[in-house]
């Protein structure tokens, strides 16, 4: 059965009442249906609440950053076992705002996913090319270098717990999503990459699609093939479009 994880990466938005108003809005609204995971991530300072709130539900809760080591003197950061403590299960990483306005690189990043996969959780790794890259025809190149040191010393055994997100930068925040036929051919792209890296867990990560997913271009999207779910900003902030991207998904399951 074809698999989807539809997850609102709330960025910097929602303060304590309204993070936790939107957690209860989604609450109210899922019914939940095997093969669509719903997951919902809310900057740091919310999620213990929120995570309370979706406690008992089917509703899993994520961090949109970590830091990679443990504990110690890092002023400002979280570590993957403060996160883990308060029941995350997934943490996004190497978003491309993160890469672009925080200069992180794939290697950092590439850090990060060692550190979540260590503590048993799951770790969104985002990818994605620029305007320029693909004017230039480079897309391709960027993603598999993006691949290529980002999954660095991941064994194939922890391959089943990553999940990649393919954003097109230009895409992302601009109300316009990218092609079918382009998001189809990215994710070919990312998938035989994935199979031959990890050739027993490869075919089965969970590869989603975000920039501007919409409840008018959910399904469309969600059809595509090797589209295994959507991260999605800006429509992930109200529950009605939140919720009507995750119909969408589970129509199709
Ligand atoms: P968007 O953001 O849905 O607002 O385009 C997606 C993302 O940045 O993850």
């Known amino acids: 059965m074809r698999q ?12 304590i009442n309204s993070s936790v108003e939107l957690a209860v809005g989604i609450k109210n ?9 719903v997951l919902v991530c809310p900057p740091f300072i919310n999620l213990w609440h929120v995570a ?15 830091y990679y080591e ?14 883990k403590s308060i029941g995350c299960e997934y943490i ?11 200069n992180e690189q794939d290697e950092l990043i590439n850090k990060k996913a060692h550190a979540i996969l260590k503590k048993g959780i799951k770790p969104i790794i985002c990818i994605g090319e620029t305007l320029d890259d693909r004017r ?5 190149r960027v993603l598999h270098h993006q691949l290529d040191i980002g999954l660095l010393g991941i064994s194939d055994d922890q391959a089943k717990d990553i999940v990649i997100a393919y954003e097109p930068v230009w895409a992302i925040g601009t109300g316009i999503s990218a092609e079918n036929q ?12 994935l199979s031959e890296r990890f050739a027993t867990n490869g075919k089965n990560i969970l590869i989603q699609y975000g920039g501007s997913v919409n409840p008018d271009n959910a399904a469309e999207i969600l059809s595509i093939e090797n589209v295994n779910g959507a991260l999605i900003g800006g429509a992930s902030l ?16």
């Open 92 to 102: 996004i990483i190497g978003h491309s705002e993160r890469r672009a306005i925080f």
């Open 4 to 15: 989807y994880l539809i997850a609102g990466n709330w960025k910097m938005h929602t303060d």
């Open 70 to 83: 443990d504990k110690g003197a890092f002023t400002g950061e979280i570590s993957v076992n403060m996160i």
């Open 136 to 140: 230039a025809e480079k897309t391709n």
């Open 238 to 253: 109200k529950a009605d479009s939140f919720m009507a991207i995750v119909n969408a998904a589970q129509s199709l399951v």
């Open 29 to 37: 609204d899922l019914i939940t249906k095997e093969g669509v995971i």
């Open 182 to 193: 382009q998001i189809e051919d990215a994710h070919r792209f990312i998938r035989n990459f």
């Open 52 to 66: 309370q709130e979706v406690k008992s539900t089917d509703i899993f809760v994520g961090a949109q950053n970590c």
